[in-house]
């Protein structure tokens, strides 16, 4: 099963931004999708996460308030809403999923990543 990641671009501060990540199905062994972030010379940054099985939403103080994640699931698609862009939100983007159902703020938990997409903030 693969992810695409793609909507980044290159936005004003204060702009928003669609990120959409598109699977080629959702293995039953999937729990969480989630989406994390890398800026140049930086640690991979949790920034949002899904659970399929309720549908609760988990976000770091950084978004929260300002980023939303959600899915169509006859779409097989999970996408990330960023309102209010700020220049420190400059990064890739990864989208990731995982089996694990009890953790979604770790990089390491997530078996399956997509390739990422350029989001620039410009001040």
């Known amino acids: 099963v693969q992810l695409q990641a793609s909507g980044g671009g290159l936005v004003q501060a204060g702009d928003s931004l669609t990120l959409s990540c598109a699977t080629s199905?959702?293995?039953?062994?999937?729990?969480?999708m989630g989406w994390f972030r890398q800026a140049p010379g930086k640690e991979r940054e949790f920034v949002a996460a899904?659970?399929?099985?309720?549908?609760?939403?988990y976000y770091p103080d950084s978004v929260r308030g300002r980023f939303t994640i959600s899915k169509d699931g006859a779409k097989n698609t999970v996408y990330l809403q960023m309102n209010s862009l700020r220049p420190e939100d400059t990064a890739v983007y990864y989208c990731a999923a995982s089996t694990n159902p009890f953790r979604w703020s770790r990089a390491p938990d997530y078996t399956h990543w997509g390739q990422g997409t350029k989001v620039t903030v410009s001040s």
């Open positions: 199905g959702r293995p039953f062994s999937w729990s969480i």
């Open positions: 899904l659970r399929f099985g309720g549908g609760t939403e």
